[in-house]
């Protein structure tokens, strides 16, 4: 069974110690850079929530999502009012197993539960080289709406119907 279980002082550790492949280091942020990130965001007023990916019990993962603006300049226009996935990566280890869909789902299924408030989509950005982001994005129903992140293609998914 697929579970976000909050970042915590009994699984911080772990978590910063999850990676990715080589050949994907250049497509997302280490797990560390991501929890400074989150309690940067969180310190300065912003929502940050950061998760460990569990697939029955075993430490797979990391996802940590956002609500709404965080006053950067490169945000794209879906922002206000909506959740974005900001980071998600499933450990080097555990790649090619279909986990990263089941994470994928899981996390739609959190955000559904309106943690923050009620949003009308759920938008994330990934870079354009990263053909196996953009399969996994678009197999969940994810499209591109126009808009870009800094250098990152935004895509979006209509949370409810």
Known sequence: MMELRKVDSNNIWKIIKLSVNDNQLDFVATNTESILEAYTTITAGGVALPFGIYN???????????????????????????????????????????????????SIEYLRSEPCGRATYCWLSYEPENVVAKALYNSMGFSENGEMCGEEIVAMLQLFD
Do not use: H
């Open 56 to 106: 029955n019990d075993t430490l797979v993962g990391f996802v940590m999502f956002g609500y709404d603006t965080n006053g950067d300049d490169d945000e794209p226009n879906i922002s206000v009012g909506n959740y974005c996935i900001w980071r998600l990566m499933i450990d080097k280890t555990y790649q090619g197993q279909g986990l990263g869909k089941k994470a994928l789902q899981a």
